[in-house]
C-alpha cells in the first residue's frame, strides 16, 4: 500500500489535521504522525488511510483512480473569457467613506465611455468564442448611463445562447426607465448595505434624506425583483462594526438569505493609515462572533442564513470544484475567463487590480481595447497563478482548498515572493480555515443544523469530520 | 397499465420487419423514411397501415397514439412490439436475456437462448424520434459485446443526436477495450451500473458470483478513465441497508468520477418477488439506513437520486432526491394516492407492487 503524501498542522496538544492533495482530511495524534513520518504504520492505520481515500495498492486501480479524478476536481480548468465586468462611467452620485479612487464626481466630464467605446466593447464581445456570458457592470454607478446598459445587453441577448446581467448599483437614485431594465428576468442587481441603516448613512448615504431614498429603493427592488434576484453586500469596518444580530435581522426582515460579509479594503494612502495589520485581529474575532450569532439564529429560524464565503469554503472543503470565486481557486487563472473592462478601455485581471493601478502604485492592466490583450504580462501572471509549486504552500494543510491572490501581493507588498505566511492573503485564509475546520468538527448540533443548511443537505453527517486514533 | 404488444393480422414476411406507423403526415422536422407505415383506414377496433403495398392490421382502438412509435413485427407472430413509443421516455431495447449474474432482486431473470436482434435495433435507432434517449438492457447487453460495440459505432454514426442509457453489470471489459470504447462518443452515453455494498462478500453475495466485485471495480476504473458518464445503481435490501453509509464513503472516495448515485427501492417481479419477504426494506418506517448515505453523499457533492420511492414513504427533507423514475408502461397510483396533493410530482408504484407485502406508511399528503 501507498499513502499520497499527508500535509499537517497542529491544531491543538496531540491534535494535528491531516490533509492530502485530493482535499480529503481527518484529526489525529502525535502518535500517529511519528508512526506516519517514520514509515510504521499499524495494519489498523493502513485500513483507516485506505477506507478514507488517502492511499491505494497499484497505479490504475480503484483507489488511484478515484483519487486522480478528486484531485482533477480540485484544479480550476481553463475556460474560455465569460465573465465581463464592464464600468461604463467612474462617474457617481454618492461619495462613501471607503471609494476614494473608483469614482468621479456626479458632473464630471470624460469619465464615461463615448461612441467609440461603445463600438470598442461591442466589438470585443463580439469575439468571444464562449455561447454563454455573465456581464457585471460596476462603476461609478452604471444606472447613470442607462442607455450603455441597455446597448450591451441588447447586444448579448442576440450574440450569446446564454446571457445574465449583474448591475452592481447603489440604488441611490433608480428612473422608472431603469427600474424596467432592472426587471428582466435575465438582469439581478448587486447593491451595498452595510448591514444597519446607521451605519450606512454614516459611511455612504450621509443625510437622513439619501438614506431614506436608499432605504425605499433598496425595498423597491426586493418587491420588484424578488429577493432571488437582488443580493445586498455589507462592507464591515473591523474597528468600527456593526452588532452582527443588528446586521441579522436587517437581512432577515427584508427576506434576504445570503450575506457576504465583506472587509473593508482600503487602498493607497487610505491603506497605510488604517492598516490591515493593524486590524487583522480584529476581523478575525468579528467574523467569529459575525459566524455564531448566524448559528444562533439558525437554531430555531424557519428561513436560515449564510455567510457566502463561509458556505463557499465549506463547499470546497468537502466537495472539491467550486471554481467561481477569484479569491480562492487555484490556480487563480489570470485573464483567461474573467477580465475588467475600465472607463477608459484598459483591461485588468481583477477590480482590485484596477484600483490598485488607479492609485498609481503599479500597473497591472492586461491590455486595452486599443491594443488587445497583453499576452505577455498575462502569461507572466500565470506562471505564478498556482500554489502548486509555491514553496510554502506545498507544504500547507489547506492547499487543497485554498489558492493565490497575486493582485493582493502586488498591492500590499509590490511583490509576490515573500514568504507566504507573511501576506495578509495567507494569514486571513489561514484563520479563517481553522474556523471552517472547528465548525466541521464541533459536536453542536445547532452547528450541525447551520452546515447541513449552508451545505444543501438534509443533514450534516459527521462521518464526515473523521479522526484516527 | 399502457401496452408494449399489440394484436395484429400475420402479415407474409420472411424476415422481422422494423417500421415507424404513422398516423398523421410526418412533420418537417422528423426523419423521413421508406419505413414509413401511413395509416391508410381506421375502424373502431382496428387501424390498417401500409407496408410497403400489404395492409398491415393492428387491433386498437387508439391508433393515434402509435403516431410515430417504431414497432417490430415477427414472421409468423400475431402480435407487433412497440421498440420505441414516440410519446414516451421510457423506451428500453432488450438485448438480451443471458445473464452472467443471478442478482437475487433480479426483475428480469435470465434465459439461455439468445437471439439477435442488433440488426432490427439499429433500424430502430434510425427510425427514433429527435434526441430520444434510448435504455439499452439484458439480461447482460455486454455477453455479445463485439456485437453491441459494431452496433453502437454504427447507431451514433447514422443518428449522433440519439443518447444511450446502457445497463451493464460492468464484469465483461477488458483492458484491451479501452481503444473501442474512446472511439464511442462517450458524452451521450449514461453507463447505469450496478454495485451493491463496498464490502466484496456482500456484493458477490448478491449478485451471487464470486469475483464479481473485484472486476466491477477494475473495469469501473477502466470506464472512469475512458471518460464514462456512469450512474451507479445500489438497490437496496436487507442484505445490504446496513451497508449503505461505508457504500457512500466508498463511492465518494474510490469512485468520484461517477456522475450520479442511484439508490433504489426493490421491484417486486422476477427473484424480487421470490425473495421479498427476506429482503424488502421497508423504509417507510425506516428511513435512516438511506438518510446517513445520502447525507454523506451528498455532502460530499454528488449527485444522488432515489428511484422508486413513493415520496410518502420519504422525509420530506429527502424528497428533493426522488425521482420519475418508475417507467410509464409499469406504473400504477394506490386508491390512497387518489388524494394526495404530491401524486403529480411522485413516481408512483410498480404496476405489480404487492400492497399487502409492501410499505407500511403509505399515506396521502
Known amino acids: ?469 | 397499465m399502457i401496452q408494449l404488444q399489440l394484436k395484429i393480422d400475420p402479415i407474409p414476411i420472411v424476415e422481422p420487419l422494423v417500421v415507424r406507423l404513422r398516423t398523421s403526415p410526418p412533420d418537417l422536422s422528423a426523419t423521413e423514411s421508406d419505413h414509413d407505415a401511413m395509416m391508410v383506414s381506421k375502424g373502431t377496433e382496428s387501424a390498417d397501415f401500409d407496408v410497403n403495398g400489404f395492409s398491415l392490421r393492428v387491433h386498437t382502438r387508439q391508433a393515434e397514439s402509435l403516431d410515430g412509435d417504431v414497432v417490430l413485427v415477427v414472421p409468423g407472430r400475431g402480435t407487433l412490439h412497440r421498440l420505441i413509443r414516440a410519446s414516451s421516455n421510457h423506451n428500453t431495447l432488450l438485448i438480451t436475456e443471458q445473464c452472467d449474474q443471478k442478482c437475487i432482486m433480479c426483475s428480469q431473470p435470465p434465459k439461455k437462448y439468445h437471439r439477435d436482434m442488433f440488426d432490427q435495433f439499429l433500424q430502430a435507432i434510425v427510425l427514433a424520434p429527435r434526441e430520444a434517449t434510448i435504455g439499452l438492457s439484458g439480461g447482460e447487453p455486454f455477453l455479445h459485446k463485439a456485437r453491441l460495440m459494431e452496433f453502437l459505432r454504427k447507431a451514433q454514426t447514422a443518428r449522433p443526436d440519439i443518447r444511450f442509457h446502457i445497463l451493464t453489470n460492468c464484469q465483461h471489459f477488458e483492458p484491451a477495450d479501452e481503444a473501442d470504447l474512446n472511439s464511442l462518443n462517450m458524452a451521450s452515453i449514461l453507463w447505469g451500473i450496478p454495485i451493491y455494498a463496498a464490502n466484496p462478500t456482500i456484493h458477490d453475495q448478491i449478485v451471487a458470483k464470486e469475483g464479481a466485485f473485484e472486476i466491477l471495480e477494475r473495469n469501473l476504473a477502466l470506464l472512469g478513465k475512458a471518460g464514462a458518464v456512469l450512474e451507479l445503481r445500489t438497490v437496496i435490501l436487507k442484505s445490504n441497508i446496513t451497508e449503505l453509509e461505508e457504500l457512500a464513503n466508498h463511492v465518494t472516495r474510490n469512485l468520484s468520477f461517477a456522475q450520479v448515485w442511484a439508490i433504489m427501492q426493490l421491484e417486486n417481479i422476477g427473484y424480487a418477488r421470490m425473495n421479498w419477504e427476506t429482503e424488502f426494506c421497508d423504509t417507510s418506517t425506516e428511513f435512516n439506513g438511506v438518510a446517513d448515505a445520502v447525507d454523506l453523499a451528498v455532502g460530499r457533492g454528488l449527485r444522488t437520486k432515489l428511484y422508486n420511492f413513493p415520496l410518502c414513504t420519504v422525509p420530506p427533507a429527502y424528497r428533493e432526491c426522488c425521482t420519475l423514475s418508475i417507467s410509464d408502461w409499469k406504473q400504477k397510483f394506490l386508491p390512497t394516492c387518489d388524494d394526495c396533493e404530491l401524486r403529480s410530482s411522485c413516481t408512483g408504484f410498480f404496476e405489480w407492487y404487492p400492497e399487502e407485502r409492501g410499505f407500511s406508511g403509505i399515506r396521502a399528503q
Not at chain 1, 510504521?40 to 477506507?51: M, P, W
Open chain 1, 1 to 469: 500500500m501507498k499513502v499520497w503524501p499527508l500535509q499537517f498542522r497542529k491544531l491543538d496538544e496531540d491534535d494535528i489535521l491531516f490533509s492530502d492533495d485530493a482535499g480529503a482530511f481527518f484529526r489525529s495524534s502525535e502518535a500517529f504522525l511519528d508512526r506516519y513520518v517514520n514509515n510504521q504504520l499499524t495494519d489498523h492505520d493502513s485500513a483507516f488511510l485506505k477506507l478514507g481515500g488517502h492511499a491505494f495498492d497499484a497505479v490504475g486501480d480503484p483507489a488511484f483512480v478515484g483519487f486522480a479524478s478528486r484531485w482533477t476536481q480540485r484544479i480550476n480548468p481553463v475556460t474560455s473569457l465569460g465573465y465581463v465586468i464592464l464600468v461604463p462611467t467612474l462617474r457617481c452620485n454618492l461619495m462613501c467613506d471607503y471609494c476614494q479612487v473608483s469614482r468621479a464626481a456626479e458632473n464630471a466630464r470624460g469619465f464615461d465611455w463615448d461612441d467609440e467605446k461603445l463600438a470598442q466593447v461591442i466589438a470585443f464581445l463580439d469575439h468571444q468564442p464562449t455561447t454563454e456570458i455573465k456581464i457585471e457592470f460596476q462603476g461609478g454607478e452604471p444606472l447613470l448611463r442607462l442607455d450603455l446598459l441597455v446597448a450591451v445587453r441588447k447586444f448579448c441577448r442576440s450574440k450569446f445562447a446564454k446571457s445574465e446581467f449583474v448591475i452592481c448599483t447603489n440604488l441611490q437614485d433608480v428612473s422608472e426607465d431603469a427600474w424596467r431594465f432592472l426587471e428582466a428576468e435575465d438582469t439581478y442587481v448587486s447593491t451595498s448595505f452595510d448591514g444597519t441603516s446607521e451605519l450606512h448613512q454614516t459611511q455612504r448615504t450621509k443625510t437622513a434624506s439619501a438614506h431614506e431614498q436608499f432605504n425605499a429603493n433598496l425595498d423597491l427592488a426586493l418587491e420588484r425583483l424578488g429577493t432571488d434576484r437582488v443580493s445586498a453586500l455589507p462592507t464591515i469596518d473591523p474597528l468600527n462594526p456593526p452588532e452582527p444580530t443588528d446586521v441579522i435581522s436587517a437581512f432577515v426582515s427584508r427576506g434576504l438569505g445570503s450575506i457576504f460579509l465583506r472587509r473593508v479594503n482600503y487602498q493607497g494612502f487610505a491603506r497605510k493609515k488604517y492598516g490591515l495589520g493593524k486590524s487583522h485581529q480584529e476581523w478575525t474575532d468579528y467574523y467569529r462572533r459575525f459566524v455564531g450569532a448566524l448559528i444562533n439564529h439558525n437554531a430555531t429560524a424557519e428561513h436560515m442564513i449564510e455567510e457566502y464565503y463561509l458556505s463557499h469554503t465549506l463547499r470546497r472543503i468537502l466537495q472539491g470544484g467550486h471554481h467561481n470565486h477569484v479569491d480562492m481557486r487555484n490556480p487563480n487563472w489570470m485573464g483567461v475567463d474573467y477580465l475588467v473592462i475600465d472607463f477608459d478601455g484598459n483591461f485588468y485581471p481583477t477590480d482590485e487590480a484596477r484600483m490598485v493601478s488607479r492609485v498609481g502604485q503599479i500597473d497591472l492592466s492586461i491590455g486595452s481595447l486599443n491594443s488587445g490583450l497583453d499576452v505577455q504580462k498575462i502569461s507572466a501572471f500565470n506562471q505564478h497563478a498556482s500554489n502548486f509549486d509555491d514553496p510554502d504552500c506545498v507544504h500547507c494543510v489547506y492547499k487543497a482548498y485554498c489558492g493565490l491572490d497575486l493582485v493582493d501581493d502586488l498591492s500590499r507588498y509590490g511583490r509576490i515572493d515573500i514568504p507566504r505566511h507573511q501576506t495578509e492573503h495567507c494569514r486571513s485564509h489561514m484563520d479563517f480555515f481553522d474556523f471552517a475546520f472547528e465548525l466541521l468538527y464541533s459536536e453542536d448540533p445547532d452547528v450541525h443544523k447551520s452546515i447541513a443548511s449552508w451545505l444543501q443537505v438534509p443533514r450534516y453527517n459527521q462521518t464526515m469530520a473523521q479522526r484516527h486514533p
